[in-house]
């Protein structure tokens, strides 16, 4: 989908969910994203669907896991660098 | 001469920090303990890293090793034109495919390449605020395993680089080889494939 952005800021919903990821990306005063912001504020179904994908990135980044116990020490003895550090 | 010299490695400085600059000329000229401090500084951002992408302790052990026994046989080629880390996701990238192409794990995966995102929902219901505490439930966390492990890893590494990782579009696409409009479309594809996939526990 190409738009002019330049031209158009006055955007549909099916250009908003097209194009959401830019303005959940690194450039939110683009004009897209201002246009997309514009969007968001005034369609409760764009705006539940940005906070969607908004809360499926967050429990991403929320699914960590613990480094393994003695992980550290058998890289080491994996490298053959056992015995040369001071963590040990 | 000298001062190209000079504007390179004040260049290189910049790019990744003096003392770490420092640590890394020492292991190149193997001194084992910056090198075994590089490892230690960096071990636990590259387990998390190689998790994330093949979703098992045990392979992202595996992984973890292996990255950095490619680090010792290739640290002498790392030029400081990039960050170190960006060096290391590269490195963790490439075990991770392999890994995957052994395993022959190209038939499990959904394949979204061809398939165009049709938006039909009339109505997008609100979903319930997520939990303040970061402790999610074993049935969440193998909602979300199952999930992103239908991902091609194409696009499941960039999912992980861009929105877990942080890197930029730009830092993700020189990580991968890729253009910064190829990145943006394997993480929009991403985002969406994953949002569906978590509909049923949120919508029903």
């Given amino acids: ?88 | 001469m000298q001062i190209v010299l000079e504007t390179f490695h004040l260049i290189k400085h910049q790019m990744i920090g003096t003392k770490e600059f420092e640590l890394i000329e020492k292991a190149k000229a193997g001194d084992r303990l910056a090198l075994t401090e590089l490892i230690t500084k960096y071990e636990k951002t590259v387990f998390s890293f190689a998790f994330k992408i093949c979703r098992n302790r045990d392979k992202a052990e595996n992984t973890m090793q292996e990255t950095f026994m490619s680090v010792l046989r290739s640290l002498h080629q790392f030029d400081g034109k990039s960050k170190f880390s960006t060096w290391l996701y590269r490195i963790v990238v490439n075990h991770c495919l392999m890994m995957a192409r052994s395993e022959g794990q190209k038939d499990r995966f959904y394949s979204i390449d061809e398939e165009e995102f049709n938006f039909d929902e009339p109505v997008v219901k609100h979903w319930a605020d997520l939990p303040e505490d970061r402790v999610l439930s074993s049935e969440l966390r193998q909602l979300l395993d199952n999930a992103i492990q239908k991902l091609p890893p194409d696009y499941r590494i960039v999912f992980v680089l861009r929105d877990i990782e942080g890197l930029s579009t730009q830092e993700t696409a020189d990580t991968l080889g890729l253009s910064a409009p190829a990145v943006k479309s394997r993480l929009h594809r991403a985002r969406l494939f994953l949002r569906n996939e978590l509909r049923p526990y949120f919508e029903n």
Avoid: W
């Avoid at chain 1, 994203?33 to 669907?49: M, P, R, S, T, Y």
């Avoid at chain 1, 908004?54 to 393994?68: C, G």
């Fill in chain 1, 1 to 88: 989908m190409n738009l002019d952005h330049t031209l158009k800021t006055n955007l549909t919903c099916k250009e908003v969910i097209a194009q959401v990821c830019e303005y959940l990306g690194e450039l939110p005063d683009s004009p897209l994203c201002v246009a997309i912001q514009e969007h968001l504020k005034n369609c409760d179904n764009c705006n539940n669907f940005y906070d969607q994908l908004e809360k499926t990135v967050k429990l991403f980044k929320q699914y960590n896991t613990d480094f393994p116990e003695g992980a550290h020490k058998r890289l080491l003895n994996f490298l053959g660098l056992s015995g040369k550090s001071d963590n040990e």
